[in-house]
C-alpha cells in the first residue's frame, strides 16, 4: 500500500489550496483519514480526521477554514484550505488505518508529505 499526497505550494495569505491523498494497493477498507502537519522547528500535529463512519475532528487553529473530505471509492482524502495564514505554513502528510487484502488487522500508512507554503 502506498499514500501518494499533492496539491501543495505557495499561496498568498487569505488564499485557497486543496491537497489530495490517493491510496494504492492491495486495500479491502480504509477507516480513519487523516491530515497532519509540521512546521519547522516544531512537532507534528493533527489537522483534520474523518472517520469511516464520517465524524470529522478539526484541530482549533483551522476549524472554520478547513475542510476534509474523502471519496471511498477513490481511496482518497482532500483537505480544503481556505482562507489561509502564514502560519499554516508547513508540511502537510496524510495518515490513513487501512485494512489489507488478506490482512485482519488495520495497519497505519503515512504519505510523503507535500509542503505548503503561505507568504506574499
Known amino acids: 500500500v502506498q499514500l501518494q499526497a499533492s496539491g501543495g505550494g505557495l499561496v498568498q495569505p487569505g488564499g485557497s489550496l486543496r491537497l489530495s491523498c490517493a491510496a494504492s494497493?492491495?486495500?479491502?477498507?480504509?477507516?480513519?483519514m487523516s491530515w497532519y502537519r509540521q512546521a519547522p522547528g516544531k512537532q507534528r500535529e493533527l489537522v483534520a480526521r474523518l472517520t469511516g463512519g464520517g465524524i470529522t475532528n478539526y484541530a482549533d487553529s483551522v476549524q472554520g477554514r478547513f475542510t476534509i473530505s474523502r471519496d471511498n471509492a477513490k481511496n482518497t482524502v482532500y483537505l480544503q484550505m481556505n482562507s489561509l495564514k502564514p502560519e499554516d505554513t508547513a508540511v502537510y502528510y496524510c495518515?490513513?488505518?487501512?485494512?489489507?487484502?488478506?490482512?485482519?488487522?488495520?495497519?497505519?500508512?503515512w504519505g510523503q508529505g507535500t509542503l505548503v507554503t503561505v507568504s506574499s
Open positions: 494497493g492491495s486495500i479491502i477498507a480504509i477507516n480513519d
Open positions: 495518515r490513513m488505518s487501512i485494512r489489507r487484502v488478506g490482512d485482519v488487522y488495520v495497519y497505519i500508512y
